[in-house]
């Protein structure tokens, strides 16, 4: 199991990732709304995940699930970790059990 550190780097790393794959104008459409609504700084992400979840839920609504998979499985292809869908997670699950965080499957 990763180190805390590296996890949150890592995430870091898979949100920006995750987001640029639509495409860098859609990064700044959900980046801007979430740091201005939700007064949420791209920095803070990985420290607030439940807050991002919720701003990703009312910026894209059922693409939430697709975008939030997307971020885990690029926080995944890290050392350590082997990524495994399970169909009840959100983003903050993934994270959590990367970080040695205990989640029923």
């Known amino acids: 199991m990763a180190e805390p ?3 949150r780097g890592a995430l870091f790393q ?14 700044a459409m ?6 201005r609504s939700y007064q949420l700084k791209r920095e803070d992400i990985p420290d607030k995940l439940e807050s991002f979840h919720l701003a990703l839920q009312d910026l894209l609504g059922a693409g939430t ?15 350590g970790l082997n990524f495994a869908e399970h169909a009840n997670w959100r983003m903050v699950d993934y ?11």
């Open 5 to 7: 550190a590296e996890v």
């Open 14 to 27: 898979a949100i920006d990732r995750g987001l640029a794959v639509p495409g860098e104008i859609v990064r």
């Open 30 to 35: 959900i980046y801007e709304p979430v740091e």
């Open 65 to 79: 699930k697709a975008m939030e998979e997307l971020i885990a499985k690029n926080l995944y292809r890290r050392p």
């Open 95 to 105: 994270v959590n059990y990367a970080r040695g965080e205990k989640r029923d499957a």
